[in-house]
């Protein structure tokens, strides 16, 4: 706390600063010099907070403080907030960064001084300093547009029973295809989407694809055939989610353990509503399979907490098991915790046979990778289907 007193002057235009202040009680006036006169800019009272602007792009004080009244100040260390500003979403730094900037021109405006001319940019520093923000924001509009145009589609990776060899199931995984750069990967624009609210628009499509394609898989694989849909934490929570995929099953009349929902624990970070979501689409009968569970900030609490049926074993253990020990220990102790929690193992990105005999001989019931065969689309993925109607028939 640092107390005040009137008539005293907090810091001056142009001087270098060290922290910003939050006004507990009192008053104080901000005022830029213009010649010998001062121009006030405003006064601003207890909950307000000043001298930020020096902090959070280090540039020298923009406007003078002086105390009006006796109060106390508590200080903004430019830790407690740069740090803030540096973690924020790279669209909220620019906005961040523009509003500083319109606010210096308008304070050079009161002063007389040109915000136009040869020694200043005409383009916004902020916008030219910031290319990451600018492209995400292009990545955003792109996306929005390709969902207009309907550019979104499930490809589709079989998944087999390792015991019989069988394909038992799918994955959907989302593709964008794009008229001008092809097959684009959802490396490329899932965080985008995720973090903005496109997700919705985007996920809620995959759901209706992939249920509307599922009677023919049935069809084709066998009528207990299931497909594995990812959902993203903001999904699952929208009001209406299960509604929605009630609706879809209903009208593709597949049954609703054929539906498993594949999510990350991050899921739990939506709180409550998340577990309570999760157990209401236990009571309709769709499977929950934990993905990428052992990748992030783990949490067993999470996994007590969570009605699942399945869990996926990540690619990147079943990757290493051959040659780490440390990876083949981890896969170990999921397949014990499975065990213990009732859960079906999926594991993830095999791809040698190798690793395809060490998963079968710990007993792992079910696998997908590229040894059997990458994602593919809906044509291709049920030509699939030839070796396993033999099979049925031999
Ligand atoms: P994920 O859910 O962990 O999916 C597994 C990823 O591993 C997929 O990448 C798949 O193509 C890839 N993969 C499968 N087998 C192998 C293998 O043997 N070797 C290698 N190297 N890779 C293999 P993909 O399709 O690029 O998807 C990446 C991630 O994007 C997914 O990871 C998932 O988190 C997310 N995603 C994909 N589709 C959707 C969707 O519809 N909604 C949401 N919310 N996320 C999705
Ligand atoms: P800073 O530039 O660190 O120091 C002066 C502070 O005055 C500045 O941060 C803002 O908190 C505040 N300030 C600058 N210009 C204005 C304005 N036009 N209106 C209100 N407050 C301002
Ligand atoms: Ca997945
Ligand atoms: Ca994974």
């Known amino acids: 706390m640092r107390p005040m007193i009137p008539g005293e002057t907090i810091f001056r235009e142009g001087d270098i600063g060290d922290c910003a202040y939050l006004i507990e009680s009192g008053e104080v006036q901000i005022f830029i010099e213009k010649g010998e006169t001062e121009v006030p800019l405003r006064v601003l009272g207890p909950g307000e907070v000043f001298g930020e602007m020096a902090l959070i792009d280090d540039t020298p004080r923009s406007a003078s403080c002086r105390a009006l009244s006796v109060g106390q100040l508590i200080v903004v260390t430019k830790e407690q907030l740069v740090d803030r500003v540096h973690k924020a979403d790279p669209v909220v730094r620019l906005l961040v960064q523009v509003l500083l900037e319109r606010l210096r021109s308008h304070n050079n405006h009161l002063k007389g001084k040109p915000n136009f001319g040869p020694d200043v940019p005409h383009i916004s520093h902020a916008a030219v300093e910031n290319k990451e923000a600018l492209e995400r924001i292009g990545l955003e509009d792109r996306i929005s547009t390709a969902l207009d145009n309907d550019e979104f589609i499930p490809y589709y990776q079989p998944i087999y029973d390792l015991t019989s060899g069988t394909i038992i199931g799918c994955e959907a995984l989302m593709r964008w295809i794009s008229k001008t750069d092809g097959v684009i990967s959802p490396y490329v624009f899932m965080d985008v989407m995720e973090e903005s609210w496109l997700i919705l628009r985007a996920g809620r499509r995959m759901l209706e694809k992939a249920l509307a394609d599922l009677p023919v898989f049935a069809e084709n694989f066998g009528e207990n055939f299931f497909v594995g849909v990812n959902v993203s934490g903001r999904q699952f929570v929208e009001p209406g989610f299960v509604d929605h995929i009630e609706n879809c099953r209903k009208l593709s009349n597949v049954k609703a353990p054929q539906i498993k929902l594949e999510l990350t624990e991050r899921i739990m970070t939506e709180g409550e509503t998340a577990v309570q979501t999760m157990q209401e689409c236990r009571n309709f009968g769709y499977k929950l399979a934990i993905d990428d569970f052992g990748t992030g900030f783990s949490s067993l609490q999470y996994l007590a907490q969570m009605p699942l049926t399945d869990l996926k074993i990540d690619r990147s253990f079943v990757l290493k098991m051959i040659e780490?020990?440390?990876?083949?220990?981890?896969?170990?102790?999921?397949?014990?915790?499975?065990?213990?929690?009732?859960?079906?193992?999926?594991?993830?990105?095999?791809?040698?046979?190798?690793?395809?005999?060490?998963?079968?001989?710990?007993g792992v019931s079910m696998g997908q990778g590229f040894l059997f065969s990458k994602p593919l689309p809906y044509e291709d993925f049920l030509m699939l289907a030839q070796p396993n109607k033999k099979r049925k028939s031999a």
């Open 324 to 362: 780490d020990d440390k990876s083949l220990s981890v896969i170990r102790s999921l397949i014990h915790m499975a065990e213990l929690l009732g859960l079906k193992l999926i594991a993830e990105g095999v791809e040698t046979k190798e690793q395809l005999a060490m998963l079968k001989g710990l």
